[in-house]
């Protein structure tokens, strides 16, 4: 089974802070995305990256940023947390590129900016 | 634009009803994928179906069943005798081959509850 973990389930921050969300697959993907879930808007693509090193912006990159040192990992990055990105943020990971390839989404982290 | 269309925001139903979602999508790929996901309250999404453009056979895995109409670009999903255990937001995505960047449109998503 494809496990996809993230380093927490809740997270509460200040205004300013910087925040690092961790993501890490077990079965060698080399894909990973990062989306955030807001209610209404179903969830929306931040960043995705298809190989080490690499990085593509999704449909909602302002105010974040991404890094993928290592295949296995993939960290999202708030670089200054404002209450607008309060909110529930999930990782997914795929195996290699294409349309039909499935994503496998980690637990999510639910994270409150005060 | 929105290119997928979950038009149901909640539904709530009795256990031992049957459920149907809609989804909705538009594309001007000829190849493409459909998906649906489940959230449990615990949060992680869970895949439950892909679909590809060139297959409208419907499926039937359990208690779950599809229904994939290209003439209507829809792609509904139905609960047969649900259950408590059912309860949860269930998405819709598609992916379209042409894009190139794999990306995953979700739709809003619908939260269905099931009540004893």
């Known amino acids: 089974d494809v496990k996809v973990t993230q380093s927490s389930r809740y997270l509460v921050k200040r205004t300013g802070e910087k925040v690092f969300l961790e993501c890490v697959q077990d079965?060698?993907?080399?894909?990973m995305f990062w989306y955030r879930q807001d209610p209404g808007l179903g969830l929306r693509l931040i960043y995705f990256?298809?190989?080490?090193?690499?990085?593509e912006k999704g449909d909602i990159p302002e105010g974040y940023s991404v890094s993928r040192e290592k295949k296995e990992r993939f960290s999202l990055i708030l670089e200054s947390a404002s209450t607008n990105q309060t909110s529930m943020y999930l990782c997914?990971?795929?195996?290699?590129?294409?349309?039909?390839?499935?994503?496998?989404f980690g637990p999510g982290t639910r994270l409150l900016v005060l | 634009a929105q290119k997928v269309t979950q038009a149901q925001t909640e539904i709530s139903v009795v256990e031992k009803e049957d459920v149907t979602l809609d989804c909705v999508y538009e594309?001007?790929?000829?190849?493409?994928?459909l998906f649906w996901y489940k959230q449990p309250p615990s949060g992680e999404l869970v895949f439950l179906i892909r679909r590809n453009s060139f297959d409208e056979q419907n499926e039937i895995s359990g208690r779950y069943s599809w229904n994939f109409q290209k003439s209507t670009s829809s792609f509904n999903f139905t609960i047969t005798a649900s259950q408590v255990v059912d309860s949860a937001v269930y998405f819709c995505?598609?992916?379209?081959?042409?894009?190139?960047?794999?990306?995953?449109?979700f739709g809003a998503g619908t939260t269905v509850t099931v009540r004893a």
């Open positions: 079965m060698d993907h080399e894909n």
């Open positions: 990256s298809y190989d080490v090193k690499m990085k």
């Open positions: 594309t001007r790929d000829t190849t493409y994928y």
């Open positions: 995505a598609l992916s379209e081959a042409q894009l190139g960047d794999y990306k995953l449109s």
């Open positions: 997914a990971s795929s195996h290699r590129a294409g349309a039909e390839e499935t994503q496998y």
